[in-house]
């Protein structure tokens, strides 16, 4: 199985803040990867797939970027709502297989 | 709009199984894919399998081939995820969740909102 890395586990972080995630793949696999954000007691909403491209209605603060093994999102000026766990999920080999997950905190 | 309404929680005991079901509505049904992704409490995700809605070919994670069983009623527009063999770290909330694509699993475009199975004694 392909091991999703996400760093840190725990963000923290103001309004305003520009901030990354990274996410490390124990196999190489190009541009197969999607981003998540959750919020407590929620479903998941996709942000980003193909690892740069960004999912309709998602709004552009959010970025995605990498390939190979390393991969990034960038959120560039935190919102209030942006506070919540986000999540990198592979889609190159069966099974697919997530991230552990970054929480980003209100510092 | 589009729309994955799930059934509702569940307590079962050990040993037991459980099914959870998931209706679309919004689109057409066979154009996407739907998979099924599971999350206990305070952990990751965790992808089960996953349906082609059309022909209803599946494909499932490894740790859960022999107790999960995923299939689809197309003119109901549904989807079905049966787990047997409960045991107390298969409490969790179940997700369905749909594709972007029709015939193969990439990842998850639109997701239901949960359904809680607590497995205890």
């Known amino acids: 199985d392909i091991q999703m890395t996400q760093s840190p586990s725990t963000l923290s972080a103001s309004v305003g803040d520009r901030v990354t995630i990274t996410c490390r793949a124990s196999?190489?696999?190009?541009?197969?990867l999607a981003w998540y954000q959750q919020k407590p007691g929620k479903a998941p909403k996709l942000l980003i797939y193909k690892a740069s491209t960004l999912q309709s209605g998602v709004p552009s603060r959010f970025s995605g970027s990498g390939s190979g093994t390393e991969f990034t999102l960038t959120i560039s000026s935190l919102q209030p709502d942006d506070f919540a766990t986000y999540y990198c999920?592979?889609?190159?080999?069966?099974?697919?297989?997530f991230g552990q997950g970054t929480e980003v905190e209100i510092k | 709009q589009v729309q994955l309404l799930q059934s509702g929680a569940e307590v079962k005991k050990p040993g037991a199984s459980v099914n959870v079901s998931c209706e679309a509505s919004?689109?057409?049904?066979?154009?996407?894919?739907l998979h099924w992704v599971r999350q206990a409490p305070g952990q990751s995700l965790e992808w089960m399998g996953w349906i082609n809605t059309d022909n209803g070919k599946t494909k499932y994670s490894q740790k859960f081939q022999g107790r999960v069983t995923i299939t689809r009623d197309a003119s109901a527009r549904k989807s079905y995820m049966a787990l047997s063999s409960l045991r107390s770290e298969d409490t969790a909330v179940y997700y369905c969740?749909?594709?972007?694509?029709?015939?193969?699993?990439?990842?998850?475009?639109?997701w239901g909102e949960g359904t809680t199975v607590i497995v205890s004694s």
């Open positions: 969740a749909r594709d972007f694509s029709p015939g193969f699993y990439y990842y998850m475009e639109v």
């Open positions: 999920q592979q889609y190159y080999r069966s099974p697919l297989t």
């Open positions: 196999q190489s696999f190009s541009d197969w």
């Open positions: 919004g689109y057409t049904f066979i154009n996407y894919g």
